[in-house]
């Protein structure tokens, strides 16, 4: 883990809206339905030979509460959206985790250590429930980037 500074980045991709207790449920939430009409999509994957994220925005409260998914890219502007949601990555500072291994298993187990991490008493970081992100280098490769107060 280390802390980084982003800056602000557009991004081009399909959206929901979901929240974790839906994600987990043994019937599954909306995260993986819309990762697989992201690869059928060849508008989105044919876009940019660039790395392919998933943007949690828009957060209700906390961990507990509704957020905004965005599956996407990430572009040099965005000028027309069409049936795509456009966003901007949120500037500020990051906490960055990473991953190697096989998906989805190897970003489920992350985000695992990401939520014990800021449940300990002792972590010396405050999520700020802006803005956080995977950025999926390769087929067996994560960054989840976890906005920091």
């Avoid at 059928?40 to 828009?58: C, F, I, K, R, W």
């Avoid at 996407?72 to 795509?84: A, I, L, R």
């Avoid at 190697?100 to 999520?127: K, N």
Wanted: aromatic share 14%; proline share 3%; hydrophobic share 40%.
């Amino acid at each position: 883990m280390e802390q980084v500074f982003m800056a602000a980045q557009p991004m081009l991709g399909l959206s929901t809206r979901t929240n974790n207790s839906a994600e987990m449920a043994a019937e599954g939430g909306k995260i993986a339905a819309l990762w697989q009409t992201f690869f059928e999509s060849s508008q989105l994957t044919a876009m940019l030979d660039s790395p392919m994220y998933g943007v949690y925005y828009d957060y209700e409260s906390d961990m507990t509460g509704d957020y905004s998914v965005l599956v996407g890219k990430s572009v040099e502007s965005v000028s027309e959206t069409g049936t795509f949601t456009a966003l901007q990555l949120r500037e500020g500072n990051y906490l960055k985790f990473s991953a190697q291994g096989e998906m989805p298993h190897c970003v489920v187990d992350l985000w695992g250590q990401i939520w014990r991490y800021f449940s300990a008493p002792d972590c010396p970081h405050q999520r700020d429930y802006q803005t956080d992100f995977e950025v999926y280098r390769s087929a067996d490769k994560v960054e989840i980037y976890i906005g920091i107060v």
